[in-house]
């Protein structure tokens, strides 16, 4: 094989590897016009949270494996040209590469211009595609003009101003996640670094549910965490950038229709086998008296009717070099958002995949280039039984202004829900 893309992430230790080859890619926002030639000069200012592309802006991307060069790659050269075709596929829009260079040790670095029409947001997803293979899944930062981005179902710009200024953002998040499998209600209150902020791929999730993986890619996009050693069945890997635990106080009290739960510390979770806990209706949440680090705070949502998930029974064993759709109906267009979600597992990796969507659109095709991502699913001994070794989620949201609550302590306050419905299926 002579071409193997990869493309360099924030938590790559060093150029050797090491790292996951998820979350932020390595990039940078170049100058605007583009180059005639790679040089040090286009890789002077980083994509961050806080230093976002705008649309049409010319970028680098720190790269791996795009092929051989012609010239000595042991000479003392900056950087050699790579003339392996590639492509940068950003959000679900395409860019060809300007240029391609081989730099040392291996470092490859690809130019491309971002398309006018670019889907904007925080955890934008990025791949290079060469020699008829795909990379590993980043992300990279895009705003309309630069400066601090937002996602309407995560940060606001406010927010990234916030850990830009103070040096960090203190966080806290309860989700109550009602997906048919066991109904859980789980609060993580934590601070990161403005650093670590930038690394990290999943900051504002919970440890638990479907957007406790990986960061969620804007609306209409689909981002996917690659292959890792198959444990418990479809575990993919949790965000591991370092965050100071916060103390909230001894319990969460929840209360909803179905009546009051406790979500003790300090891991803030409460678990219960049915799926009929978190029924439709208003809910509410607080910390009590709270403590010195986060003061008392209430959060306030309303879970209303799940959306219906209209060709949920003719998804049963889906090709991954096929294109899938799923439908549905209902959902408030105004508050939420569609998660299309997946994951396989084969006798040795479990990989996974994230697709969002409006609620009006009604329906959304999971590229074959995503699904090709997972392995082939092998069944699966539970107990008694043997289970199909893929599972499909299509669930809501809300936006995170539905659910945004504020506290002494804390720079971004989110009580929020996932809820939906599943399929364990077979991936061909």
């Known amino acids: 094989m002579k071409t193997s893309p990869g493309i360099r992430t924030a938590s790559d230790r060093d150029i050797s590897g090491g790292g996951s080859g998820y ?16 040089d040090a000069s286009l890789v002077q200012t980083p994509n961050f949270l806080s230093q976002a592309a705008r649309p049409g802006q010319v970028m680098v991307l ?10 000595d790659e042991t000479a003392e050269q900056l950087l050699l040209e790579v003339d392996t075709p590639a492509d940068v596929i950003v959000g679900n829009k395409t860019a060809p590469a300007v240029l391609k260079g081989r730099g040392a040790y291996g470092q490859d670095f690809i130019v491309f211009k971002l398309p006018d029409d670019v889907q904007q947001g925080c955890y934008v997803p990025i791949a290079v595609r060469a020699g008829g293979y795909t990379s590993n899944t980043g992300s990279i930062a895009v705003s309309a003009n630069g400066g601090s981005c937002s996602d309407p179902h995560g940060f606001a710009a406010s927010d990234i101003d916030t850990a830009q200024k103070s040096g960090g953002l ?16 789980v609060g993580r209150f934590v601070r990161y670094g403005a650093e670590a902020l930038g690394s990290a791929f999943a900051p504002a999730s919970v440890d638990s549910g479907i957007r406790g993986s990986f960061a969620v890619p804007p609306l209409g996009s689909c981002t996917i965490t690659p292959g890792s050693p198959a444990v418990e069945l479809f575990e993919v890997p949790v965000d591991g950038t370092p965050a100071q635990r916060l103390n909230a106080g001894p319990a969460l009290n929840l209360s909803g229709p179905g009546g009051r ?53 003719a998804i049963g064993s889906p090709d991954r070099s096929q294109d899938l759709t799923v439908t549905w109906t209902g959902g408030a267009a105004d508050k939420e958002f569609v998660m299309i979600a997946g994951a396989a597992r084969s006798e040795k990796v479990t990989a996974a995949f994230l697709c969002t969507e409006r609620v009006s659109a009604g329906s959304f095709t999971v590229p074959a280039r995503v699904l090709s991502n997972l392995p082939a699913s092998a069944p699966v001994m539970d107990a008694s ?39 364990l299926v077979s991936f061909r």
Do not use: C, M
């Open 23 to 38: 979350g932020p890619a390595v990039s940078w926002n170049a100058p605007p016009d583009i180059p005639v030639r790679l």
């Open 62 to 71: 720190h790269a791996t494996g795009l092929g051989p060069v012609t010239a």
């Open 170 to 185: 203190n966080i806290g998040v309860i989700a109550i996640n009602h997906l048919g499998f066991g109904d859980e209600a």
């Open 261 to 313: 739960v406790q979500l003790p510390a300090p891991r803030y979770q409460y678990s219960v086998g049915g799926s009929d806990v978190f029924t439709p209706g208003d809910y509410t949440v607080d910390n009590g008296a709270g403590t010195q680090t986060v003061g008392s705070f209430k959060g306030a949502l309303t879970l209303p009717p799940p959306v219906k998930w209209t060709n949920q029974d």
């Open 385 to 423: 039984q043997t289970l199909p070794g893929g599972l499909i989620i299509v669930a809501t949201a809300p936006l995170t202004s539905a659910g945004r609550f504020a506290a002494t302590g804390l720079d971004f306050g989110l009580f929020t829900y996932e809820q939906g419905a599943f399929n």
